[in-house]
């Protein structure tokens, strides 16, 4: 007899889109909602079809096109989304190759109509990639894989893109993927993770791409032992301390020496040194501390001696998780037999601009360098001699080893500086708000937020608290996060989600946005739709036929309701509730929200003249301290 599926509470707040705390709701008000069939008191179990009945039937599940419909539903039946995606992923491997098997996992069964839907309409292999996409999007618990953008680049690095690829840390197959798109006529992975590695063997097998992908430790237990590839890329784990130090004291892989236990990553730079053909190249994800730490020096140092290590790239921080960190590119080349070692590394410091500005200009400089040509790309690309590397550091970061601006660059920059400057300052005036007095002075009603909440004019969420996630569990980056700090300086999102935001509440355009807890009350327009809301931060939706949210913003953060909504002295604590709003009509509202906006634009303006004015000001000391530049003397 087929076995009910089952759903728990979380998943069903995924299935809705709505939080946790939505269901729990809805359970108590609803004497309709499914019962629980199975689990325990503190985490139940219900039946899945009869919980999409009932949500359909509150207008809580709105019709879907079929691949959403599917994945919600796989999502929802699986403790993993890779998991399930394995799963669908091997029924449609099965049904290309002629077969029409039933899964295996009764949890499955009711999705098989939405599945032969689907299938029949794009085939085994446009279903997966509709699955896939959904798969794909960051979202909570979800593994990261490598972003396209970067992956894209690595693979770029290694070569013209023909012949066979090795990922030894494969994850879901991103940058396998990539060398597909490339043109590699064959892949091969190894992957930890036994979901995960599946993925990315499924979608090799659903195109046909010769290779296959194993599930194992590859430091530990090699399936590539003794091979080699026309190229290796891989984005290894970072800061691992169980990696199996002790039983690989003298691995034949250690072709520069025994790998320090502190030292996990040049592990994985030996490793795929080790699986590279003669004269192929491998590209690698780092850490910017490797680089840099003493335990490493003896290895890379011999690493520049033997001409291994051909180049070391920074990045912008946010390339890849972890996104707070500017990681770092590692192109390593396995030396020809017999061959001189290169007497010349190549140091590339990006991590000024984002990659999407800075990947052509890498590539480019690259296969100039390869090619024994001008790299062109002053304090950008830097030839280094090997030997000046090899000092007692064998420090390998790039900023450190970009040489100092010459005159010129330093006056050009100067001058770009002035004119940037020059140019905000002769703004200012224009973006300055028209005000004039009122004849008989402030007056009006005036409704605090609380009361606004209640009657309808706006909703109010938050503030987001951290949840309960074990640290270890936590994700190492994840969507777009409005923080803090973003609200304090007026910039956009700058975090990521760590998998430990108590409630997810994605931001709209409109939305107004203030700190817990700061300096001073600061309230913010949000103008781009798309991140989270941070921890900390409320969230005040006004309802567009009631407030204006510029209007609602200026009337925030007035030194009146500072004192009104705070409750400490110092570094203040705001209950926003008690914050009040001047009572006006919308046409009213909307003429004072345009004087907020534009007191926003002219405050940002400020900030950016105080910036340019620092930079100017350490730009022209610079030069006169070097002599790089001269003062102009009086004629007179």
């Given amino acids: 007899m087929q076995e009910t599926p089952t759903i728990t509470a979380a998943e069903i707040a995924r299935l809705a889109g709505v939080g946790r705390a939505a269901v729990s709701n809805w359970r108590k008000r609803h004497a309709d909602f499914p019962h629980p069939i199975g689990g325990t008191p503190a985490s139940p179990e219900f039946d899945l079809i009869q919980v999409e009945q009932w949500l359909r039937a509150q207008g809580k599940l709105p019709e879907l096109a079929t691949a959403d419909r599917l994945w919600r539903r796989l999502a929802a039946t699986k403790d993993s989304s890779a998991a399930g995606l394995a799963a669908v992923g091997a029924l449609l491997l099965a049904r290309q190759r002629g077969g029409r098997p039933r899964p295996e996992d009764p949890h499955l069964a009711p999705l098989v109509p939405d599945l032969d839907t689907l299938t029949d309409e794009l085939g085994p292999q446009g279903a997966f990639d509709e699955l896939w996409q959904r798969f794909s999007a960051p979202g909570p618990g979800r593994a990261f894989a490598t972003p396209d953008a970067l992956a894209d680049l690595m693979i770029g690095l290694t070569g013209p893109g023909d012949g066979s690829v090795l990922d030894p840390a494969a994850g879901s197959g991103a940058l396998l993927r990539a060398a597909v798109r490339a043109g590699y006529t064959s892949a091969y992975g190894q992957e930890l993770d036994d979901d995960l590695g599946r993925l990315a063997g499924l979608w090799l097998a659903l195109r046909e791409v010769p290779g296959e992908v194993h599930v194992g430790d590859s430091l530990r237990g090699d399936r590539f032992a003794g091979e080699t590839f026309d190229a290796v890329v891989c984005h290894p784990p970072f800061g691992a301390t169980n990696w199996g130090d002790d039983e690989l004291g003298h691995d034949p892989r250690w072709i520069v020496g025994s790998t320090p236990r502190t030292e996990p990553e040049l592990a994985w730079v030996q490793h795929a040194l080790a699986h590279l053909r003669p004269e192929a190249t491998a590209v690698l994800l780092m850490p910017p501390t490797v680089a840099s730490r003493r335990a490493g020096r003896r290895i890379r140092a011999e690493l520049l001696r033997r001409g291994a290590l051909r ?126 007095p009122t004849p008989d002075g402030p007056d009006g009603e005036f409704l605090t937020v609380g009361e606004l909440a209640k009657s309808g004019a706006l909703h109010l969420l938050g503030p987001v608290r951290a949840a309960s996630t074990d640290e270890s569990e936590a994700a190492s980056g994840g969507p777009q996060v409005l923080t803090v700090q973003d609200v304090i300086n007026g910039e956009g999102p700058s975090g990521r989600d760590d998998g430990r935001l108590g409630q997810e509440i994605p931001l709209a355009v409109g939305d107004v946005v203030v700190p817990m807890i700061a300096r001073s009350l600061t309230a913010r327009v949000v103008s781009v739709d798309g991140a989270l809301l941070g921890r900390n931060l409320y969230l005040l939706r006004p309802n567009p036929a009631a407030l204006d949210p510029w209007f609602l913003a200026g009337q925030l953060r007035t030194s009146t309701n500072e004192k009104q909504a705070s409750s400490l002295s110092g570094t203040l604590r705001f209950d926003i509730r008690r914050a009040q709003v001047r009572r006006l009509s919308l046409d009213e509202q909307r003429a004072h929200g345009e004087a907020f906006r534009r007191l926003d634009a002219f405050e940002s303006a400020i900030r950016q003249t105080a910036k340019l004015g620092e930079d100017l000001v350490r730009l022209t000391a610079d030069g006169l301290a070097r002599g790089s530049l001269l003062p102009k003397t009086d004629p007179r």
Avoid: K, Y
């Avoid at 030997?387 to 100067?414: F, K, M, N, W, Y």
């Fill in 311 to 436: 180049a070391v790239i920074a990045l912008a921080a946010g390339a890849a998780p972890p996104h707070g960190v500017p990681l770092h590119l590692w192109v390593l080349r396995r030396p020809a037999p017999d061959a001189p070692p290169p007497v010349r590394a190549l140091l590339i410091d990006a991590a000024g601009a984002d990659l999407a500005e800075t990947a052509p200009r890498i590539l480019a400089a690259w296969r100039a360098f390869d090619a024994d040509a001008d790299i062109g790309e002053t304090g950008f690309a830097h030839e280094v001699p090997v030997i000046e590397l090899l000092d007692e550091e064998v420090d390998l970061t790039p900023a450190r080893r970009q040489p100092a601006a010459s005159g010129v660059d330093t006056g050009a920059h100067l001058v770009r500086t002035r004119e940037r400057l020059a140019a905000v300052v002769g703004d200012l005036a224009a973006l300055m708000p028209q005000v004039t």
